[in-house]
């Protein structure tokens, strides 16, 4: 299979690109940080032989940036499968939160999937193929404290995995919306999780690859994860 994964540098994003990887998929990768994605890339090589890699950086906030993107893939060949795990979380309240988050979040978080979605679902039609996986969030279901625009760009792109799933199902294309709580990344710096606290970003990677072993009878529309002893 033919791997596409945004976001694909660090966390959830690599995590799914090693899963793949180790199972024999060609990927195709980007994130917006170059340094950290083509060390990504060594990485992948020098544990995986016989797959073929390809990486090159875009910032998907950009609406032409993600629309190149999906044309580097394409030139390349047909995904089989595409993750649209590009994120931005930026903490805090919808009335005190700094002018311009919503729009910085719906554009990292909303929008690339959808111009990326947009531009390579025509070649899966022709092929009559394909899987789409929007990385959403426990914040897509339930509003709480301090999620402001980031929890409104969230509930908007599990919005649109719901649309594309209605849309797509008579092409044989699938789309699983994935609804992970809180997982341990970079982003969580020296969090002690010796006890188990919150979950890891091979959780969800594990749960993306099962989805894609399925016969193309069965479609699992939504995956929700969450930390064994709850939320935090």
């Given at each position: 299979m033919n791997v596409v994964i945004t976001g694909a540098s660090r966390g959830?994003?690599?995590a799914i690109a090693d899963i793949f990887a180790k199972n024999?998929?060609?990927l195709f990768l980007t994130s917006k940080n170059e340094m950290k994605l083509?060390?990504?890339?060594?990485i992948l090589q020098a544990k995986y032989g016989g797959i073929e890699i390809f990486a090159k950086p875009f910032d998907l906030s950009i609406k032409e940036n993600a629309i190149a993107f999906a044309d580097w893939c394409l030139l390349r060949?047909?995904?089989?499968?595409?993750?649209n795990n590009t994120g931005l979380f930026e903490?805090?309240?919808?009335?005190?939160?700094?002018?311009?988050s919503l729009e910085k979040q719906i554009a990292t978080n909303l929008y690339s999937a959808y111009h990326i979605t947009r531009k390579v679902v025509p070649a899966m039609q022709a092929k009559k193929s394909g899987h789409l996986f929007n990385i959403c969030s426990i914040a897509s279901l339930e509003a709480y404290p301090g999620g402001g625009s980031y929890s409104i760009s969230k509930f908007a792109l599990y919005g649109f995995s719901r649309n594309?799933?209605?849309e797509l199902m008579p092409h044989n294309i699938k789309v699983t919306a994935v609804l992970p709580g809180a997982v341990l990344t970079d982003s969580w710096g020296d969090f002690d999780n010796s006890r188990n606290r919150i979950m890891e970003a091979e959780d969800i990677s594990k749960m993306i690859y099962a989805a894609t072993q399925l016969s193309p009878a069965a479609c699992v529309e939504d995956i929700i994860l969450r930390p064994q002893?709850?939320?935090?």
């Amino acid at each position: 299979m033919n791997v596409v994964i945004t976001g694909a540098s660090r966390g959830i994003g690599f995590a799914i690109a090693d899963i793949f990887a180790k199972n024999g998929h060609n990927l195709f990768l980007t994130s917006k940080n170059e340094m950290k994605l083509y060390k990504a890339m060594e990485i992948l090589q020098a544990k995986y032989g016989g797959i073929e890699i390809f990486a090159k950086p875009f910032d998907l906030s950009i609406k032409e940036n993600a629309i190149a993107f999906a044309d580097w893939c394409l030139l390349r060949a047909t995904p089989d499968v595409v993750v649209n795990n590009t994120g931005l979380f930026e903490p805090g309240n919808v009335i005190e939160e700094a002018d311009g988050s919503l729009e910085k979040q719906i554009a990292t978080n909303l929008y690339s999937a959808y111009h990326i979605t947009r531009k390579v679902v025509p070649a899966m039609q022709a092929k009559k193929s394909g899987h789409l996986f929007n990385i959403c969030s426990i914040a897509s279901l339930e509003a709480y404290p301090g999620g402001g625009s980031y929890s409104i760009s969230k509930f908007a792109l599990y919005g649109f995995s719901r649309n594309l799933r209605q849309e797509l199902m008579p092409h044989n294309i699938k789309v699983t919306a994935v609804l992970p709580g809180a997982v341990l990344t970079d982003s969580w710096g020296d969090f002690d999780n010796s006890r188990n606290r919150i979950m890891e970003a091979e959780d969800i990677s594990k749960m993306i690859y099962a989805a894609t072993q399925l016969s193309p009878a069965a479609c699992v529309e939504d995956i929700i994860l969450r930390p064994q002893l709850g939320d935090l």
